[in-house]
């Protein structure tokens, strides 16, 4: 069972976004509307502490458990970041949730939000699909 | 006892975000594996329903540790929700209750508002807003954009990738027109 720590990271970030209330639909309608700093200072706290962990990381060239070195691999840039982004930030307003907290959503109880996810996994197919046509 | 009842009180934003800032090199060191949490809907695409398309075929049981990841969201939220649950209301901001009142919803009292998130709405005009179209937008448009919260303005961010600043702000620029601009007209339309 290598994957079963994956399973035990997945449980801490769970956790984690329901206690920091980011899976709040009314949290994301908040820092949208710019009534609150909450979402921007959670989000702006976790970059932050993301940055300072992968340059020491790469300054002291930290290993993973199993000795390999950490590569991290570069994002490349294409159009589908504006496009695809604007899509999914507008999705992001309905639904209150990205990804992560689609997931967190239906842990918290919400049982409905399954139906989004499976809709969430259609977009992703038709994506491909069209993708696979060029 | 004394720590459950130290984590079930609401946490400040600071120490949240730190904490999921971690989760950054957590999985680095974990196994060199790269937070990001929208690839998951493709492997499940990959597992399920690959149907002979070309973005589909590759091997999805490599990338099983990001399914195992979603899976324990899951299960994450769940224990927060059961066992660290705090009994006050989320404190909604006072401006954004009152513009939401507006459009019908004054339930504060969870995460989510009970009026729209419920099953009563599955086969209606609000469940198709807000979980059929919502979700497809949410799932064409990660993919699109090569990545989500987690894989470009967490992840990428993280690594000063410039292409996740470009994802970033697409992704605020669309959020802010839908809340601002394209829910309200939602609404109207949802309420006559």
């Known amino acids: 069972m290598k994957n079963f720590k994956y399973l035990l990271a997945g449980i801490f970030f769970g956790i984690l976004l329901v206690k920091t209330q980011v899976i709040s639909w009314f949290r994301i309608q908040e820092m949208f509307q710019f009534t609150s700093f909450h979402m921007y200072g959670v989000i702006g706290t976790a970059v932050v502490t993301g940055i300072i962990s992968v340059q020491l990381i790469k300054r002291f060239n930290i290993r993973t458990l199993a000795g390999e070195p950490i590569v991290i691999a570069p994002k490349q840039f294409s159009r589908g970041q504006i496009y695809g982004g604007l899509i999914f930030g507008t999705g992001w307003a309905i639904t209150g949730a990205c990804p992560g907290p689609l997931f967190a959503q239906i842990g918290s109880g919400f049982t409905v939000v399954a139906v989004t996810l499976l809709s969430a996994i259609a977009g992703t197919w038709i994506y491909g699909a069209g993708r696979s046509l060029k | ?192």
């Open chain 2, 1 to 192: 006892m004394q720590l459950l009842r130290f984590l079930q009180q609401p946490w400040h934003w600071s120490a949240g975000g730190f904490l999921i800032g971690l989760t950054v090199p957590l999985l680095l060191i974990l196994g060199n594996k790269t937070f990001g949490i929208s690839s998951s809907l493709r492997h499940i695409c990959a597992a399920c329903f690959p149907a002979g398309l070309s973005f589909f075929k590759y091997d999805w049981k490599k990338e099983a540790w990001n399914l195992f990841f979603v899976a324990g969201i899951l299960i994450g939220a769940f224990i927060a929700t059961t066992l660290l649950h705090d009994p006050k209301d989320i404190q909604v901001a006072a401006a954004t209750q009152a513009r939401l009142a507006t459009y019908g919803v004054r339930d504060f009292g969870a995460l989510l508002p009970p009026e729209i998130f419920s099953w009563n709405n599955l086969f209606n005009w609000k469940g198709l807003v807000f979980f059929i179209i919502g979700g497809f937008l949410v799932g064409f448009g990660t993919r699109y954009a090569g990545g989500c919260t987690s894989g470009h303005s967490i992840m990428g961010l993280s690594n000063l990738q410039w292409p996740s600043l470009v994802a970033t702000i697409c992704f605020m620029a669309g959020g802010i027109f839908s809340a601002n601009v394209i829910l309200p007209l939602l609404f109207k339309w949802l309420h006559t």
